[in-house]
């Protein structure tokens, strides 16, 4: 397990990608390739840092509202992701796990996803979660209904492991990029006692150095899940 300061489960939204690239005068794709190279290449570094489970908002539900040039692009890099890198995750003992609605996403896609789950299934080093076609708000919906068609009350404890997350840590972590300060519809209920980190760096630009500096703050903190301050108590 790792040490108290660190994290078990950190949760990244990647944002900055398309200002990446308009910057650079490169098309919004491009951005996202550089957003992917630099996330393959941050995973191995947080796991190298001793964190347990790392959940990666690639794309939400209410993205798949983009232009298709972008989307085509995307999905392009989502097959170039699970045809090349699942092999390597079964390597390391990373479990892949893909959360979100596989009807949002080409069928083709969804076999690789198959595939890659299946292939990573025995991983106990760790787990990487991609939310593709992902809303926290549509997960907290689909989870109710699952209690309402099993005719029982739900307690925290079991509504949590009806999520698409369900059995991965507690959310101890969530980092955005891209100089927005918001949720975006990800891991809503997760993220109830997460600690929250928001870097003004478009996402390709984010560097491991970053994420040291976000754990070290992540470390300073002192999480109280909603008892006294310490000046308060007696
Ligand atoms: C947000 O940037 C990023 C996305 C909507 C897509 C990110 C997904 C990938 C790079 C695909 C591969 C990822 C993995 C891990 C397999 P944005 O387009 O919203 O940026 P903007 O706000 O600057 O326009």
């Given at each position: ?28 794709l491009a951005g996202h390739r550089a957003g992917m190279k630099r996330m ?111 005719g029982r009350e739900v307690t925290l404890k079991s509504f949590a492991e ?33 600690e929250l980190i928001f870097s003004t760096k478009m996402f390709p630009d ?29």
């Open positions: 397990m790792a040490d108290m300061g660190t994290p078990e489960h950190v949760g990244i939204i990647m944002d900055g990608n398309g200002r990446w690239a308009k910057r650079r005068l490169l098309p919004r393959l290449a941050l995973l191995e570094h947080i796991y190298g840092c001793g964190v347990k489970c790392v959940t990666v908002f690639a794309l939400s539900a209410e993205n798949l509202s983009r232009p298709k040039d972008e989307l085509d692009g995307l999905f392009a890099l989502f097959r170039e992701y699970f045809s090349t890198q699942t092999e390597r995750l079964s390597e390391k003992g990373i479990r892949l796990r893909v959360i979100g609605d596989r009807g949002l996403i080409p069928a083709d896609i969804v076999s690789l996803i198959k595939e890659g789950e299946e292939k990573t299934a025995k991983g106990e080093r760790a787990t990487l979660a991609i939310a593709i076609g992902y809303g926290g708000r549509q997960d907290i919906v689909a989870a109710c209904n699952k209690a309402v068609r099993a009806t999520l698409s997350t369900g059995g991965m840590p507690a959310l101890d972590l969530l980092i955005r990029t891209g100089d927005e300060k918001r949720l975006s519809n990800f891991l809503l209920f997760e993220a109830a006692y997460a984010y560097t491991d150095g970053d994420f040291d500096e976000a754990l070290k703050e992540y470390a300073a903190r002192e999480r109280r899940f909603g008892a006294l301050h310490p000046a308060d108590r007696t």
